[in-house]
DNA sequence: TATAGTTGGTTAAACGATTAATCATCTTGG
DNA sequence: CCAAGATGATTAATCGTTTAACCAACTATA
């Protein structure tokens, strides 16, 4: 299935061919000057002997590896998976390999992976970076994906406008007494949906935020959270920032009795391979992570072009980067509170329908 | 932060110290003879010019990367993140940067990304097959993460162990009457932890096979799996064969009002990161992802050492790598079926306790 | 008919590390 | 005191591409 063992060099298509390697090797790129004909033939006898480039040859002459980090926070993270992929796909049509380094959430491994990558010659990076972290500017051009309110090149959903689809959605489902339900006061992406989920929610809806970092130092990671209280003092919304403590909420909220959605509605974001599958499948919003890993890309791609172009100006190239809107997915976790059911319902009424 | 512009090379160094390159070299890499002062004095002069090895140009010269690709079947697999982090690890640690590749659970892709990474020089490989592909003899060492009943260098947990594991453990709850929950009957890995749990649950217990691809095909992707009626007929466990199959069962239980664990016990694999945090947290077994990594990336770097071993021999050198034990981890989604609860308190009733 | 400008190609020098081959010295044993 | 061996370091070739510099031959220009 294999062809033949070593791979074909320049230097041998030019010995095939009786030309000079450099010729060969103008030939492939096309960038020198080589009369129709020759080229042709030369791709042909490339072709025909299986010539393969070596990187490690073109990198050593170029200083380019064609390669890029990708730098995460914590691969365990479920949202990961999609990212990585979209990196990839969008990395490989650029034709570059993504080298992938985890931090595990330690800001010193971090930077220890950093390193590594820069060791190996990467010839630049995309970070995801740790909650509250701020990458260090290091010699090599840097893509951040995170929230748009961080400074630098950074290329990210725009959370906010999520928050405020989702609130916008859930006000118009009828409810009134909204928990917001996020994990840490240092993300900025948690803080940014936040924000945007009370922008959503408007005057009119009485909200709170459930800080669940909070509530575990105190109680211990994995505790209840103590919704089915929250059901009993009216509130009909519980709206996550993301996808776990929406599945957590779900959980709960059942294991207690409470029926989503008829008596209480929840809401993510993200849209984890699991929000489609629970019973009921969750309402979330999902990032565009496709475009969102090419803006990277591309943003990498010319400031590798340009030999390091200055940091800030990177992103600014594609417009369209600064804040990728997300899509609100509805699904049936939420639906109208039976307030509005009633009022609809009498409303038809007095119709005479 | 970030020290001068380009890092120091080893002629550089040579020439600092007045020696020649040659000796540089073997001072660093510990080779050739080099008195132990010189030796330090190099090694103390490359610390302080920031000596950064080029390994693009060890690549051309040794033919070697000290770069393993990681082919993944779709990594948006749930479990991949942790596939990941303990391969990166595993790599790390044994001077391997990582190279990932996504097939996008497409087997024509699976070639193609296999392709790239051996036109970027990899020295080996990490293949996750997808489900029923054989990865073809290619001309680089490699290593398979599936299931220990696919032949190759493969190394893998004992998913039938870990079955039995888990159907003893529901057998001694109690349960007579289980439904196992798959999705592929082509995955040997999910085969296998069908077969192991039919065994541990051993004769006496009356169990039967979900299908999910199969109602699937006929009712739409994400459709109901109609569990409730299995506990109308008397099912009180169920055992998916992989986490997210274990939440689907759980959330449709619970959202049908029956509770979990009092009426229904439900089990999955592989300790995902929701498992420990719905309501109630789910029975699983978890994987040594650790061990298999480390077992994996060890056996490539033989094969890479010998240069290109024999294939078939690989993974043997290892002898804990056949088959890794799992490690059940008992959680709330898991109880005594109530006829157990009953019989036992009938028990010390006669026991006049 | 010289001269300048193209066109199509070759030469040779990098890039940075590794490594076999070689060469001085210095020890030692006989 | 001399040949043989050990020790410590140097030379130079090599990996496969890229690329600046150069060159020959041909075409158009004055």
Redesign the pocket.
């Known amino acids: 299935m294999s062809v033949g063992r ?7 298509i ?1 010995a095939a061919l ?9 030939a ?2 096309g ?9 042709a033939k030369i791709r042909q006898a490339a072709e025909e002997l299986g ?4 990187h ?3 990198a ?4 380019r590896t064609g390669v890029i980090g990708l730098v995460l926070p914590d691969i365990s993270n479920p949202l990961f998976p999609q990212i990585a992929q979209a990196i990839e796909q969008a990395a490989a049509s650029a034709g570059f390999g993504v080298l992938i380094a985890d931090s595990r959430g330690e800001i010193a491994q971090q930077t220890a992976a950093i390193g590594r990558l820069i060791e190996r010659g990467v010839d630049g990076m995309i970070v995801v970076p740790r909650r509250g972290s701020r990458i260090a500017d290091i010699g090599t051009p840097v893509a951040i994906i995170d929230s748009p309110s961080t400074p630098g090149n950074t290329v990210s959903s725009d959370h906010w406008e999520g928050g405020v689809q989702m609130g916008r959605h859930l006000a118009s489902l009828g409810h009134r007494k909204v928990l917001l339900i996020a994990h840490s006061r240092e993300s900025n992406v948690q803080n940014d949906r936040i924000g945007g989920l009370k922008a959503g929610l408007g005057k009119d809806v009485c909200c709170e935020t459930l800080w669940v970092g909070d509530l575990e130092a105190s109680q211990g990671v994995g505790c209840a959270l103590g919704l089915s209280a929250r059901v009993a003092d009216g509130f009909t919304g519980f709206a996550a920032v993301y996808d776990l403590l929406a599945l957590r909420a779900l959980t709960e909220l059942q294991r207690d009795g409470i029926d989503v959605p008829l008596q209480a509605s929840v809401s993510g974001f993200d849209d984890l391979v699991w929000s489609s599958v629970v019973m009921p499948p969750i309402t979330t919003l999902r990032q565009d992570l496709a475009t969102i890993a090419e803006c990277a890309v591309e943003a990498l791609g010319h400031a590798i072009g340009n030999g390091e172009a200055a940091a800030g100006s990177m992103i600014a190239a594609r417009p369209d980067c600064d804040g990728v809107p997300m899509k609100l997915v509805i699904r049936q976790s939420t639906g109208p509170t039976m307030h509005s059911v009633v009022a609809a319902a009498a409303h038809a009424r007095k119709d005479g329908r």
Do not use: D, F
């Not at 070593?6 to 041998?12: D, R």
């Not at 009786?18 to 103008?26: D, E, F, I, M």
């Not at 010539?51 to 070596?54: G, K, L, M, Q």
């Open positions: 070593t791979p074909a060099t320049m230097t041998e030019a009786g030309v000079s390697s450099a010729t060969v090797s103008n492939l790129s960038k020198g000057r080589v009369s129709a004909e020759l080229s010539y393969v480039p070596s490690a040859a073109r050593l002459r170029t200083g």
